[in-house]
């Protein structure tokens, strides 16, 4: 966030908050830079003179700060502190470190699918929060959502309610920002929760396309698009394009709820992050996969972790057929694996074909593998285990099995009773030379 160095007007001093820069004016007031008396930095924003003459605007100004209180969620700038009874009304919020999504956006361009889907996701949580203590947020935009270190954070929220019954509400304005007001808003009709799903909705959309999903204009021009055209959103990412258009919708009751919203996005993000995607609706036959290799890398790591024995996926997992050939290698007299007969083929996967493969009889591969791995796996197993004809117990060089805990104790056993032996004779040659 921008910062700059306070002007000759600016106050020094307000509360027990010392100001340090300015961060930013807007219709409200200014926001400040401060911090108290243990050194916790706040955004503190005091309220325009003419703002604070209008008794109905301060009546509604303390309600909202007295809702803003009561909303508990880490999406959110926390509240801090307030003083309604002030010559000009302030408040002050948890300072957040880290540019905002409309910064961040046109400095980078559009961010990709994943990103979007976990901002969004962490945003819809946060309204929910919003929501619960009685707030409506009213104008959610890109600038009013800060990227910090540990997450996007709403700022603003329940400020804009605040401001309209003695400042926006004369014949033809509206409260909030043109591209991101919902068609209620618009209208003049009331606004609930639904509102600010529009908002993100469109917000979502400007981060994934670095634009309005209606365009650019007057705010006359862009006031009349939200209500009576269609969102532009070619640039959307497949895997969002239906959520975005569903939180657009003209009326307030077809859009999801934000804890739809939230569930929803969490599994796009975990999907993207994964590289799976989401085919595209005009191309169903061909499946989506543009990275298979990070998804196998990811089930590797997911069955080492679980012993490749996690419930709903059908057949033996590579580590358990991996554990099965290596059986064969144990010393004489052990018995073979539960379920393993001399004509077990291995199991095929989901997303590609792979032949049955026979055992040579003595347990050796035959082939090598054939599949969606085409490189070497990382971690303990280094390369294909081969076994020479007629053996159980020859392994490749790259391959490292994991140590045998009796093996080791047999070993360590049989060190100590040699060294103990020569130190006995070489004590005793020392005896006899005496």
Not at 76 to 89: G, K
Not at 190 to 202: C, E, H, K
Request: proline share 9%; aromatic share 4%; net charge positive.
């Amino acid at each position: 966030m921008a910062m700059m160095r306070l002007r000759r007007e600016d106050p020094r001093v307000v509360g027990s908050f010392r100001l340090h820069r300015r961060l930013g004016a807007g219709g409200m007031g200014v926001v400040y830079l401060g911090s108290d008396r243990r050194g916790q930095r706040v955004a503190l924003k005091v309220i325009r003179p003419d703002l604070a003459e209008d008794q109905e605007f301060r009546s509604r100004f303390a309600r909202e700060v007295s809702a803003a209180r009561r909303i508990r969620g880490g999406c959110t700038a926390r509240l801090v502190a307030a003083d309604l009874e002030a010559e000009r009304p302030w408040f002050a919020t948890q300072y957040v470190p880290g540019p905002s999504l409309h910064d961040k956006i046109a400095e980078e361009g559009p961010l990709p699918a994943a990103d979007v889907a976990a901002i969004g996701a962490a945003l819809s949580e946060g309204l929910v929060a919003v929501h619960e203590a009685g707030v409506v947020h009213r104008d959610l935009k890109p600038s009013n959502i800060l990227l910090s270190p540990k997450g996007p954070r709403i700022i603003d929220f329940g400020i804009a309610w605040a401001t309209g019954a003695s400042t926006l509400t004369h014949v033809g304005t509206a409260v909030g920002s043109p591209g991101f007001l919902a068609p209620e808003q618009v209208r003049g009709a009331a606004v609930t929760p639904a509102t600010d799903v529009f908002a993100l909705g469109a917000t979502l959309a400007y981060a994934a396309m670095g634009d309005s999903p209606f365009g650019h204009g007057s705010s006359e021009v862009m006031l009349y698009r939200v209500v009576h055209e269609e969102p532009q959103l070619q640039g959307v990412p497949d895997a969002l394009a239906p959520l975005v258009r569903a939180c657009l919708a003209k009326e307030p009751e077809e859009r999801p709820s934000t804890l739809q919203l939230s569930l929803r996005l969490k599994e796009i993000a975990a999907r993207e992050a994964q590289g799976l995607g989401m085919a595209p609706p005009a191309v169903d036959a061909r499946p989506a996969v543009p990275r298979p290799e990070r998804a196998e890398r990811l089930e590797r790591a997911a069955d080492r972790a679980t012993g490749g024995r996690r419930p709903g996926r059908p057949g033996p997992r590579p580590t358990e057929r991996y554990t099965e050939r290596t059986a064969h290698g144990r010393a004489q007299g052990t018995p073979a694996p539960r379920g393993r007969g001399p004509q077990s083929a291995s199991s095929s996967r989901t997303g590609g074909s792979r032949a049955p493969r026979q055992p040579s009889p003595s347990g050796a591969r035959t082939g090598p593998r054939t599949g969606p791995r085409t490189g070497p796996r990382t971690g303990p197993r280094t390369g294909p285990r081969r076994t020479g004809a007629g053996s159980g117990t020859g392994t490749s060089s790259g391959l490292r099995r994991p140590a045998n805990p009796r093996l080791l104790r047999q070993r360590l056993f049989v060190f100590v009773v040699v060294t103990l032996i020569v130190l006995l004779g070489i004590a005793g040659a020392q005896a006899l030379q005496s």
